[in-house]
């Protein structure tokens, strides 16, 4: 946390901006921009001002998104092109998001491009929402996140923990506890 407190202080001081997830902007970067009129947008890549449903990954491991779900390509490069000289798509697995993923997508994507999420009523809560609720009542004592009605925002000692706050969201995650092994480690 000090080495990441450190970077901070330096990018802040040189004039960039937190625009979220250890991603730093000035303030005439089209990413900055982007985030102050609320269309900064994030998929497997990183942040884009550029809002697209649909991500093709190319190449050994590489994860395509059509919004809707998800396929990994074959992670070995050999398989890879195994499957490709035998005609076949190169894809390992894949997910089919469910209407409550969607949802639940949808209040990840907010926190790591605005750094709050809400919904317009009660109908819109399902379950799975529910539960990250109330997974971020130790965020609300830590001061890291302060509930509105109807949403949630993250607070400026919050922002670095911001990928922690979308893992309370992450209802496949917490179905897999602990037997996950997590790509991108937290602070």
Known sequence: ???YETGRNVLELAGYQDIGM???ALKTDELYKAQQEQRLHRNFMGYTDTRTK???GLGASAISD??????QNEKKVEDYYARIESGELPITRGHVLTREDLVIRQHILRFMTQFETSWPKAGEVCIDLFKSIERLSEMEFDELIEFKPFGVRVTEKGKP???NICMAFDARLWEKQPEVQLFSQTI
């Open 1 to 3: 946390m000090a080495i």
């Open 161 to 163: 923990f911001v990928r």
């Open 22 to 24: 250890d991603h730093f």
């Open 66 to 71: 059509s919004w809707s779900g998800y396929i």
């Open 54 to 56: 649909l991500l093709i």
